[in-house]
């Protein structure tokens, strides 16, 4: 097994086009998934689609036959680890930013995630997904985690994502969304299935279904999901202005922690959705609430200049000039008295 070059090891031919390559990798995934490939060849397997589904790196071992088939544990990638060694992929992620748990390869752009449910490793999706990764970071040809679940087969990894985060309606380089990328009819089913989910179409910021269809429901405006995330946490992490305006319209809590005791205000700053945090402050959101990693929303901004500067700005406003307003609009006292 070792003396098999690349095109060997994924049962193609050096003149097939880059989708052969991609249909063989889905093939082997299917058959390592199966228990039909043992994991020490679908890790040679996993060696070869990386050189050759990469325009550079397929040229380089054309042009010379050399390629990466084998690693130390020390040198492998987040991305790597998400695919072959999870229990590696937890020990290297212990206590990580979630920049780090949403690393992007610097050619390929994808994430950990990505690679993980590209293979269908749902466990790996869980630990990265209820770690901060972003379901819908897009890698090179703006394909998402969902979009690769949905071409490579795997209905399990399709529904986790989407009740997790990831949008239905993120459209590739190809035009197609996820659900446009598969040719497995119980997929399809899957998708228009739990495209009646309220948090689904929160994530997917699909304002006409909650003002035609979730006012129908009687459901509670502050209900959590699996991940103890509010609707209004849902659009405030996408940066959905408007969704986010009508669900304060209709009575969200501002305040409501996630999981990782992220407010609505947390996952707004950090993702950079400037016009959603001054929305939240001005409405009366706290500033002043630690997640788990003892963060404030204007700690989280720290890629954000503009977001940082925006705090600045509403703290000097002399008291926001908004003392007495009402009882949303408390942000001056807020930012004045530690809320533990």
Same mark, same amino acid.
């Given at each position: 097994?070792?003396?098999?070059?690349?095109?060997?090891?994924?049962?193609?031919?050096?003149?097939?086009?880059?989708?052969?390559?991609?249909?063989?990798?889905?093939?082997?995934?299917?058959?390592?998934?199966?228990?039909?490939?043992?994991?020490?060849?679908?890790?040679?397997?996993?060696?070869?689609?990386?050189?050759?589904?990469?325009?550079?790196?397929?040229?380089?071992?054309?042009?010379?036959?050399?390629?990466?088939?084998?690693?130390?544990?020390?040198?492998?990638?987040?991305?790597?680890?998400?695919?072959?060694?999870?229990?590696?992929?937890?020990?290297?992620?212990?206590?990580?930013?979630?920049?780090?748990?949403?690393?992007?390869?610097?050619?390929?752009?994808?994430?950990?995630?990505?690679?993980?449910?590209?293979?269908?490793?749902?466990?790996?999706?869980?630990?990265?997904?209820? @770690?901060?990764?972003? %379901?819908?970071?897009?890698?090179?040809?703006?394909?998402?985690?969902?979009?690769?679940?949905?071409?490579?087969?795997?209905?399990?990894?399709?529904?986790?994502?989407?009740?997790?985060?990831?949008?239905?309606? *993120?459209?590739?380089?190809?035009?197609?969304?996820?659900? @446009?990328?598969?040719?497995?009819?119980?997929?399809?089913?899957?998708?228009?299935?739990?495209?009646?989910?309220?948090?689904?179409?929160?994530?997917?910021?699909?304002?006409?279904?909650?003002?035609?269809?979730?006012?129908?429901?009687?459901?509670?405006?502050?209900?959590?999901?699996?991940?103890?995330?509010?609707?209004?946490?849902?659009?405030?992490?996408?940066?959905?202005?408007?969704?986010?305006?009508?669900?304060? =319209?209709?009575?969200?809590?501002?305040?409501?922690?996630?999981?990782?005791?992220?407010? %609505?205000?947390?996952?707004?700053?950090? +993702?950079?959705?400037?016009?959603?945090?001054?929305?939240?402050?001005?409405?009366?959101? @706290?500033? @002043?609430?630690?997640?788990?990693?003892?963060?404030?929303?204007? =700690?989280?901004?720290?890629?954000? %200049?503009?977001?940082?500067?925006?705090?600045?700005?509403?703290?000097?406003? +002399?008291?926001?000039?908004?003392?007495?307003?009402?009882?949303?609009?408390?942000?001056?006292?807020?930012?004045?008295?530690? *809320?533990?």
């Amino acid at each position: 097994m070792t003396d098999k070059i690349p095109y060997q090891l994924l049962d193609v031919d050096s003149e097939d086009d880059e989708l052969t390559i991609r249909l063989a990798y889905r093939d082997k995934i299917f058959l390592y998934n199966k228990k039909s490939i043992a994991k020490k060849e679908f890790i040679l397997i996993n060696r070869a689609y990386e050189t050759l589904s990469d325009y550079d790196k397929r040229k380089h071992y054309n042009n010379t036959k050399q390629w990466t088939k084998d690693l130390m544990p020390k040198d492998y990638t987040l991305q790597q680890l998400a695919v072959e060694d999870l229990q590696l992929l937890k020990i290297k992620l212990q206590d990580a930013t979630i920049r780090e748990v949403n690393a992007q390869d610097p050619i390929t752009g994808h994430t950990p995630l990505y690679c993980a449910a590209r293979i269908g490793h749902l466990e790996a999706c869980k630990f990265l997904v209820e @770690n901060g990764a972003e %379901p819908d970071l897009c890698q090179r040809t703006k394909s998402t985690a969902l979009h690769a679940a949905s071409f490579f087969g795997h209905p399990n990894v399709v529904k986790y994502l989407l009740q997790s985060g990831a949008s239905y309606n *993120v459209k590739n380089n190809f035009n197609n969304i996820p659900k @446009n990328e598969t040719d497995s009819q119980q997929i399809v089913n899957l998708f228009t299935e739990l495209e009646e989910d309220p948090f689904v179409q929160a994530f997917a910021g699909n304002l006409d279904y909650f003002k035609n269809d979730y006012v129908k429901l009687e459901r509670h405006i502050d209900e959590q999901n699996h991940l103890r995330q509010t609707l209004l946490n849902c659009a405030s992490k996408k940066g959905y202005l408007e969704l986010e305006q009508w669900l304060v =319209d209709n009575d969200a809590n501002l305040d409501i922690v996630d999981k990782h005791l992220n407010s %609505p205000l947390h996952v707004a700053a950090s +993702n950079g959705h400037r016009k959603v945090v001054e929305y939240l402050l001005n409405k009366g959101a @706290n500033p @002043n609430l630690y997640n788990k990693w003892a963060a404030t929303a204007e =700690d989280e901004a720290t890629n954000h %200049p503009d977001i940082i500067q925006l705090f600045k700005e509403m703290k000097e406003k +002399n008291s926001f000039e908004m003392a007495g307003r009402g009882k949303h609009d408390m942000v001056s006292i807020l930012f004045s008295e530690k *809320v533990y």
